[in-house]
């Protein structure tokens, strides 16, 4: 049976980071495949600088082209909002009974995950897979259906790209190939006038 990782998030702008932790995962075979899962745009939040979904959608197609293992996920713009991780696992789940979803998460997240909806039955049906994130150490030990990964840490985040957009900066190796020219393209992340 196929284990497909689940990494989900805004993805305002996907970066660097994003693809270096899905192909480690991956290749280091905690994972078969990676699955980018596109967090939608909750109509109840101020928006921000969070872009219209279909735009994170469009440059998580062009980062993932051609990719080895990554996929794009965009059950999550379907489903009823809010949307809560179990309920996209489980729709995950039903759809392709063949395959075996782990979710990935970063330490900061682990920190907080016994506030996640159903996190138990995340980490009993589930399984998660925690990644190093600077400044949040895994400091509560194993638990059951958790594993800690020595990922590589990179320390960019989507918020450090947009800031260094709003400040005129070249962000050619912070994001994939074809992603800077379509944020230039369309003039996204802009400084407002």
């Not at 197609?61 to 009823?80: F, R, T």
């Not at 696992?89 to 075996?100: T, V």
């Not at 399984?127 to 190093?132: A, E, F, R």
Request: net charge neutral.
């Amino acid at each position: 049976m196929h284990t497909i990782g689940i990494l989900g998030g805004s993805f305002n702008p996907v970066h660097i980071g994003h693809l270096i932790l899905a192909s480690y995962l991956s290749q280091w075979g905690y994972v078969d495949k990676v699955w980018l899962t596109l967090s939608p745009r909750n109509p109840l939040k101020d928006p921000g600088t969070l872009l219209p979904d279909l735009k994170r959608l469009s440059m998580l197609n062009i980062a993932l082209k051609g990719a080895k293992d990554i996929d794009v996920c965009d059950i999550e713009l379907s489903m009823p909002t809010p949307s809560y991780t179990i309920n996209t696992l489980d729709l995950l789940a039903s759809r392709y009974p063949g395959k075996q979803f782990r979710l990935i998460i970063g330490s900061d997240n682990w920190a907080i995950f016994d506030r996640w909806r159903d996190h138990q039955r995340i980490l009993d049906d589930y399984g998660v897979i925690v990644y190093p994130r600077p400044g949040y150490p895994i400091a509560d030990g194993m638990v059951d259906g958790m594993q800690v990964v020595e990922a590589p840490l990179i320390d960019i985040s989507s918020t450090f790209v947009r800031k260094a957009i709003a400040r005129g900066r070249d962000i050619d190796y912070f994001v994939p190939a074809g992603v800077a020219k379509y944020i230039a393209d369309h003039k996204l992340y802009q400084p407002q006038q």
